[in-house]
């Protein structure tokens, strides 16, 4: 039986939206996500502000930053999710780090995830190897640790990846590096896609590179979702959370011309 986010995945082409908890402020912040939402983000991606993002580019990075030094914690992300929960339907994930979970408690931050109406966890930080640091608690809990496929990647491993993915999506980057608007993809991503699609039993989203309407349809044309984050948080750091209802009907609607 498919999952909430695969299911929201289905059938279009779909949109995940990333928002860093907190930023610029969490009741800003909260605005925002429902304001994608309405706007048709059909997956939303909670950032958990860490001192340390790895895998966050410039912009990123900075909201991190400004929402800890605000005062973001784990506890009030928490919080944000079960409000949010009581708001909207649409999946919610959590992307963090290993470190802020494992400081919370893998187990505590599972359960009280769960209990707050998360579905699910993006942890760029934890290889396919190392995921049973994580995987059980989550699973236990009903939450999907979501898996990465990457240009790096040769087919064996991408086979081996997308076989122990039973829920959720395959999160595949579109280049090594850290996050960040613009570059557009290459071959080398439609060739990883194709793949992977040999091996899937799950939709397969492409992040790392959207920027815009353009892009977001360049993505589609070969996967089945696409996820803007660092072009996302630039418009809510510029214009609040009406920039991110525009920029977000105007990924929408180029997506459903792919159909």
């Given at each position: 039986m498919m999952d909430k986010i695969a299911r929201a995945l289905t059938g279009k082409k779909g949109l995940i939206a990333y928002i860093t908890a907190g930023f610029p402020d969490y009741a800003e912040c909260e605005r925002a996500v429902l304001t994608a939402v309405g706007a048709g983000a059909d997956v939303i991606e909670i950032g958990l502000p860490f001192s340390d993002p790895l895998a966050d580019g410039p912009v990123l990075q900075k909201a991190s930053a400004d929402a800890l030094f605000?005062?973001?914690?784990?506890?009030?992300?928490?919080?944000?999710?079960?409000?949010?929960?009581?708001?909207?339907?649409?999946?919610?994930?959590?992307?963090?780090?290993?470190?802020?979970?494992?400081?919370?408690?893998?187990?505590?931050?599972?359960?009280?995830?769960?209990?707050?109406?998360?579905?699910?966890?993006?942890?760029?930080?934890?290889?396919?190897?190392?995921?049973?640091?994580?995987?059980?608690?989550?699973?236990?809990?009903?939450?999907?640790?979501?898996?990465?496929?990457?240009?790096?990647?040769?087919?064996?491993?991408?086979a081996a990846i997308c076989a122990r993915a039973r829920t959720g999506f395959i999160y595949c980057l579109a280049r090594t590096g850290v996050t960040g608007a613009g570059g557009g993809f290459d071959q080398a991503t439609e060739n990883l896609v194709r793949t992977a699609r040999q091996y899937a039993h799950l939709p397969i989203a492409i992040g790392f590179g959207i920027a815009d309407a353009k892009t977001a349809r360049q993505a589609a044309e070969y996967a089945d979702a696409a996820i803007v984050g660092s072009a996302l948080v630039e418009n809510l750091r510029q214009g609040g959370h009406q920039a991110v209802g525009s920029f977000i009907r105007s990924l929408r609607r180029e997506l459903d011309r792919c159909g």
């Amino acid at each position: 039986m498919m999952d909430k986010i695969a299911r929201a995945l289905t059938g279009k082409k779909g949109l995940i939206a990333y928002i860093t908890a907190g930023f610029p402020d969490y009741a800003e912040c909260e605005r925002a996500v429902l304001t994608a939402v309405g706007a048709g983000a059909d997956v939303i991606e909670i950032g958990l502000p860490f001192s340390d993002p790895l895998a966050d580019g410039p912009v990123l990075q900075k909201a991190s930053a400004d929402a800890l030094f605000a005062g973001a914690t784990t506890e009030k992300t928490l919080r944000l999710a079960n409000r949010l929960r009581q708001k909207t339907a649409a999946p919610l994930l959590i992307m963090s780090y290993i470190n802020p979970i494992a400081a919370f408690g893998v187990d505590r931050f599972a359960a009280e995830a769960a209990a707050a109406g998360i579905d699910g966890l993006i942890l760029p930080d934890v290889p396919e190897e190392e995921k049973d640091v994580a995987a059980g608690a989550l699973e236990k809990r009903g939450l999907s640790l979501i898996s990465f496929i990457a240009p790096t990647s040769g087919e064996e491993r991408i086979a081996a990846i997308c076989a122990r993915a039973r829920t959720g999506f395959i999160y595949c980057l579109a280049r090594t590096g850290v996050t960040g608007a613009g570059g557009g993809f290459d071959q080398a991503t439609e060739n990883l896609v194709r793949t992977a699609r040999q091996y899937a039993h799950l939709p397969i989203a492409i992040g790392f590179g959207i920027a815009d309407a353009k892009t977001a349809r360049q993505a589609a044309e070969y996967a089945d979702a696409a996820i803007v984050g660092s072009a996302l948080v630039e418009n809510l750091r510029q214009g609040g959370h009406q920039a991110v209802g525009s920029f977000i009907r105007s990924l929408r609607r180029e997506l459903d011309r792919c159909g």
